[in-house]
């Protein structure tokens, strides 16, 4: 039986994809579901002591939301310069094959009721761009059928980035299940602005409001496991 799946991206790098899905991973495995996690590719990654590549994200969901599965189920592509995916496998060599990512995710959804997987960087972000193949993120996510959940900053800048993320989803008939705003303020009046203007601008809802150092994700559980197919 395959289970169902979801595609994390965000307006960006760094707006707390991974730190989202933690807490999503996590709340899953509390209520009993069998939630695991997948990233294709991860640039970034420093090594151990024994040089090792550390694969930071995956090794952080795994410990948030006590993930049994080993570490190397999670991830695929592992880098350690921190630059775009096409970049890091075009310096070390190792291009990303779309073949392997499908397996690989193929078997992380065989394995797991409901499987997250995190995007790398934004929804433009190039995996690939070599003689033989342009593949960007966008393109893995429509190859693979996963619907897509947006991370987004609640602070300045959000509306133009969630926006334009929102939109292009659309333009490449790629479904939108909703929006988590991270890093939110409870009364701040620009973040609840940026909250209500997004939703009016895109008719996409946010389905959870994250602080800084929440250890809990405030969404109702049906509703989370219904962003998933
Ligand atoms: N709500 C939060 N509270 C506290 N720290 C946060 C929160 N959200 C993100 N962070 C911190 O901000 C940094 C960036 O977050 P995170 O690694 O989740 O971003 P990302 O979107 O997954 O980045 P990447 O594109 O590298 O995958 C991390 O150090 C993370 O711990
Ligand atoms: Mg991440």
Partial sequence: MMGKALFITGTGTDVGKTYVTGLIVRKLRQAGLNGGYYKAALSGAVPDANGELQPGDALYVKH????????????????????????????????????????DFERAKSRNDYLTMEGSGGIICPLRWDNQQHMLLDDLVKRLHLGVLIVADAGLGTINGTVLTVEHLRAR??????????KYIPGDIMQDDNASMIEEMTGVKILAYVKKGDTELDIDIDMLKNLYA
């Fill in 173 to 182: 008939e790629i479904p939108v299940r909703g929006i988590i705003f991270n």
């Fill in 64 to 103: 948030v939301a006590e993930i049994e599965e080993p570490i190397r189920n999670l991830v695929t592509y592992v880098y350690p310069e921190a630059v775009s995916p096409h970049l890091a496998a075009e310096i070390n060599h190792r291009p990303i094959d779309f073949k392997r990512v499908k397996k």
